[in-house]
């Protein structure tokens, strides 16, 4: 079975109805989750952790879908 990587970080948005953060460089790194249910898990924390401020969300994003494994390329290759 392929491994399915996820990324859980967040941090404080300008608007709380939009994905746009503040201050990238404040951007909580939350870690790097080897499936979706711990990323979830760690997601819920983070997000319960911080309930009480409207302004700040945090994401999975799946690692997994930036790139075809199976298609041949360089280890630094340039995603998207």
């Known amino acids: 079975m ?3 990587l996820h990324l859980v970080f967040g941090g404080e948005l300008v608007d709380p109805t939009k994905s746009v953060f503040k201050d990238v460089d404040d951007i909580h790194i939350v870690g ?8 979830y898990d ?5 997000a ?9 969300r945090y994401f ?7 790139r075809d494994e199976a298609a041949e ?5 340039e995603l998207g």
């Open 60 to 66: 999975i994003a799946h690692i997994h879908l930036l």
């Open 2 to 4: 392929a491994q399915r």
């Open 48 to 56: 319960q952790r911080t309930v009480d401020n409207a302004h700040m």
């Open 32 to 39: 790097m989750f080897p499936d979706y249910q711990s990323a």
């Open 42 to 46: 760690a997601w819920k924390a983070e």
């Open 73 to 77: 390329a360089s280890s630094t290759e």
